[in-house]
């Protein structure tokens, strides 16, 4: 099995311009975490799913960022417009339910550079 | 406020030596603990948590309530052990907390 995956794995671009990433959870795994990950530092959670809800968003700046899994299965996380501090890797991982304790399934990340 | 605390960002050590990765935390309530790896190249994956109480690769961490830590150990060290290492965290409201990560260099 492939686990988490996770496209593109390296993304470009210029400063206001929008982005999107896609992250394909681990067949029946219900919940699904979107993290941002800046250098030297460890991942942040911006938003967790469960199946299609958003049950904590908490830390996702909705100002600029947007997140949706439809159908509970596949999910995208958007920013428009990017800001140069937005250069950082954003993972995605599932687990098989959100109970306290279970193992996160990481994906392989995306690189974001903005210009 | 939760919050993990590595306090060390490089760590290194010769093949065979005990090796310990520090972890406190803050919470006032009755966290999970977890330590997650990722390996040059690899994804971050999880390498044991404490509710398991197993020891995986030779590694084990204790929960000590008392102290609010959660360090890693190992007792011989070994180079295949390089990696960045992040102790985690997650509440009764399932919100997770990483810390910034230890990155451990075993030297041959």
């Known amino acids: 099995e492939a686990g988490v995956v996770q496209s593109p794995r390296y993304k470009i671009i210029e400063k206001k311009q929008p982005v999107a990433f896609w992250c394909n959870p681990i067949?029946?795994?219900?919940?699904l975490y979107w993290y941002l990950q800046n250098l030297g530092q460890g991942p942040e959670l911006l938003i967790r799913?469960?199946?299609?809800?958003?049950?904590?968003d908490s830390q996702l700046p909705k100002d600029r960022f947007s997140a949706e899994r439809l159908k509970g299965v596949d999910s995208t996380l958007k920013i428009q417009p990017a800001e140069l501090g937005d250069s950082a890797v954003y993972l995605c991982?599932?687990?098989?339910?959100?109970?306290?304790?279970?193992?996160?399934?990481f994906g392989p990340g995306t690189r974001l550079t903005v210009l | 406020a939760q919050r993990v605390t590595q306090p060390e960002k490089l760590l290194s050590v010769f093949k065979g030596a005990p090796v310990e990765l520090k972890c406190n935390y803050s919470?006032?309530?009755?966290?999970?603990l977890f330590w997650y790896v990722q390996y040059s190249r690899q994804r971050l994956q999880l390498l044991l948590r404490?509710?398991s109480r197993e020891s995986i690769k030779g590694f084990t961490a204790d929960l000590n309530k008392g102290e609010t830590s959660f360090h890693l150990k190992k007792p011989f060290a070994q180079e295949e052990d390089s990696a960045m290492y992040y102790c985690?965290?997650?509440?009764?409201?399932?919100?997770?907390?990483f810390g910034t990560g230890t990155s451990l260099t075993v030297i041959p």
């Open positions: 067949s029946g795994h219900n919940t």
């Open positions: 919470y006032s309530g009755s966290p999970e």
């Open positions: 991982a599932s687990s098989l339910d959100g109970r306290m304790g279970g193992e996160q399934f």
């Open positions: 985690a965290l997650t509440n009764t409201g399932n919100q997770f907390y």
């Open positions: 404490h509710i």
């Open positions: 799913y469960e199946n299609e809800e958003a049950v904590d």
